[in-house]
């Protein structure tokens, strides 16, 4: 199961936003992310709050569940206004998981047409939708283009049949051309979502994952290290002793195959763990994340955030079951179990916690006092790029990883931040 949510304050029953929040907002994208927790089948690795339906009671079911996410939508839209907030058109839509598409795409398209109703969208929206590989159709992926979906993220993971058995992923990975195909000829943008470092994966399984990402023709690809989270399954499966981890120089070494061959591919990264073969073709949804925009998230367990970097803003989670979720926006009460107000302290170390993480870099003047003195020994170490750190690239004194610092930007943040 996923983990608890974040301790905080009470949230009001009514949803109701503090008048900081709209300070500077017309500055700031505004998004939102849908959650949809249901799957057919629980990986072991994962944490997300997902249900499979022999986990769920009643009130909680798939069926009835667009129908209360777009409650929630409705309560979105008055307290936002009730804030003072500036009318925003939805700059990006992101539906999660779980797998989104185990729902029919009329319940998908629904809720699209209720966000589009409470905020409208920006001309060039992004909207995105992940799938599981054996989640969709031909018929069902031109569905989701024909109600405004622009793009669809498909959890590929790998090309070998062992790793995704031990992954516990139900799809063929034959599969994954013909999906890529199906979407494009819907005319939908498409992202293919890998994992690295799994227990019996060796390179050459890794190199061939990649030259099968590669020989689908996809303008942007997500690669991330396997982290085996307390909890889940495959956590008692290395406890006890049943898979065995691989080695941080596997991880590494696997990380600069990804680079070297994703490159080489007409891909550059845009993040630590993303690449897109153009700016345009980054993720703007998880980019508006890292930049601290402003987001509503729906559904169970979901996580919101607005304000801006002077302080004042708000974040804010849902209650996780899906049930207790369903049941408070039947009795008309908001679904948020806790917030937080970020001070400007806490507001500028996630800024730099993110930023440093982006190809952009982050301005060096963003940094305190005492992290600015720390850039000379990380860039002598290989770590950031000094051309960068002395401004001398032509776009201003900022910090920016070096290859090296992106197989070690955990311990860059952890120097760069007090």
Sequence with gaps: MSPALPLGDAAPDDGGLPASVAEGAAGRAF???????????????????TYTSAELGGGANQASYADTALREIELAARVLEGA?????????????????????????ARMLDGARSAWGLAPGAEVTTEANPDSVTPESLAQLAEA?????????????????????????????????????????????????????????DWRASLDAVLATGVDHVSAYALVVEQGTKMAVQVRRGDLALPTEEDQAAK???????????????????????????????????????????IG??????????????????????????AERLEAG???AAGRETLDLATTRLERVMLGVRLADGLALDLLSTRARREVAGLVADGLLDGRAALGADGHGARVLLTLRG???ADAVVRALTD
């Design 300 to 325: 169970p367990g979901a996580h919101s955030h607005i304000g801006g970097d002077a302080g004042g803003g708000l974040r804010w989670w849902n209650v996780k079951h899906p049930r207790a979720y």
């Design 333 to 335: 009460l908001s679904p």
């Design 148 to 204: 405004g979906f622009t793009r669809v993220s498909f959890g590929m993971q790998s090309a070998r049949p062992h790793v995704l058995a031990t992954l516990e992923r139900t799809h063929d990975p034959r599969r994954i051309p013909d999906v890529v195909r199906w979407a494009r000829a819907a005319g939908l943008a498409v992202s293919l979502d890998l994992i690295y470092g799994t227990p019996g994966e060796s390179p050459d």
């Design 406 to 408: 992106r197989l070690l």
């Design 84 to 108: 003072g907030l500036p009318e925003r058109p939805l700059a990006t839509v992101f539906v999660g998981g779980g797998t989104p598409t185990v729902l029919p795409p009329g319940d998908l």
């Design 255 to 297: 990380y600069e195959i990804a680079d070297e061959l994703l490159s080489a591919g007409g891909l550059q990264w845009y993040e630590v763990s993303n690449w897109g073969r153009t700016p345009a073709q980054a993720c703007q949804h998880n980019l508006a994340y890292w930049r601290g925009d402003d987001w509503w998230g």
């Design 31 to 49: 998004g939102l992310y849908l959650h949809v927790p249901f799957c057919t089948v629980r990986c072991g690795y994962c944490d997300f709050n």
